[in-house]
T-cell receptor
Framework: NAGVTQTPKFQVLKTGQSMTLQCAQDMNHEYMSWYRQDPGMGLRLIHYSVGAGITDQGEVPNGYNVSRSTTEDFPLRLLSAAPSQTSVYFC?????????????FGSGTRLTVV | AQKVTQAQTEISVVEKEDVTLDCVYETRDTTYYLFWYKQPPSGELVFLIRRNSFDEQNEISGRYSWNFQKSTSSFNFTITASQVVDSAVYFCALRNPGGFKTIFGAGTRLFVKA
């Protein structure tokens, strides 16, 4: 099993550019989330989804959009990149069978906005 | 509102010492779930353990143990006889029931010196 696959691993953007971070999982997990990790701030929730067609905002949603058209994919779109969005982004998934399920994380995308 | 506090930013120990990582949480829910994750220098995030709010039994897994105390809203993590491979950032996290929003603490960076 591939688990949770994130692409790209590294990306440099210019201010104002847009891009999509891809996330795909092959475990048939219903729950998927996007986090950003910044030094000293831990992981902050951007958006999450409890199933195909259902998404909701997390702690820091501004500047990001998501959609969930299939169970497998949960892309994160940066609408107009800003230097404040320089961060490491993690996608995570878990199954619906129990709320106690821990996340499986992707390997992360390191984004730099110049 | 939910909150997770890891007051220890960095801890440095010598190999074979015992070390405890503190985690204090806040939530208004009576049912909730607590987690610990490990992030080694390679950057991936690894699920270690989860605990339900209605189960205060402590847990031991090899050199790792977890102490959950609802009275003090704490979920502390102890590594016995630490090893260099334990060097990592450790995150404590809290999940609310039903929504699958998981909130993370800022993390504690553990250095284990040989």
């Amino acid at each position: 099993n591939a688990g949770v696959t994130q692409t790209p691993k590294f990306q440099v953007l210019k201010t104002g550019q847009s891009m999509t971070l891809q996330c795909a999982q092959d475990m048939n997990h219903e729950y998927m989330s996007w986090y950003r990790q910044d030094p000293g701030m831990g992981l902050r929730l951007i958006h999450y989804s409890v199933g195909a067609g259902i998404t909701d905002q997390g702690e820091v949603p501004n500047g990001y959009n998501v959609s969930r058209s299939t169970t497998e994919d949960f892309p994160l779109r940066l609408l107009s990149a800003a230097p404040s969005q320089t961060s490491v982004y993690f996608c995570a998934s878990s199954y619906k069978g129990g709320e106690e399920a821990g996340y499986t994380f992707g390997s992360g995308t390191r984004l730099t906005v110049v | 509102a939910q909150k997770v506090t890891q007051a220890q930013t960095e801890i440095s120990v010598v190999e074979k010492e015992d070390v405890t990582l503190d985690c204090v949480y806040e939530t208004r829910d009576t049912t909730y779930y607590l987690f610990w994750y490990k992030q080694p220098p390679s950057g991936e995030l690894v699920f270690l353990i989860r605990r339900n709010s209605f189960d205060e039994q402590n847990e031991i897994s090899g050199r790792y143990s977890w102490n959950f105390q609802k009275s003090t809203s704490s979920f502390n993590f102890t590594i016995t006889a630490s090893q260099v491979v334990d060097s990592a950032v450790y995150f404590c996290a809290l999940r609310n029931p039903g929504g699958f929003k998981t909130i993370f603490g800022a993390g504690t960076r553990l250095f284990v010196k040989a």
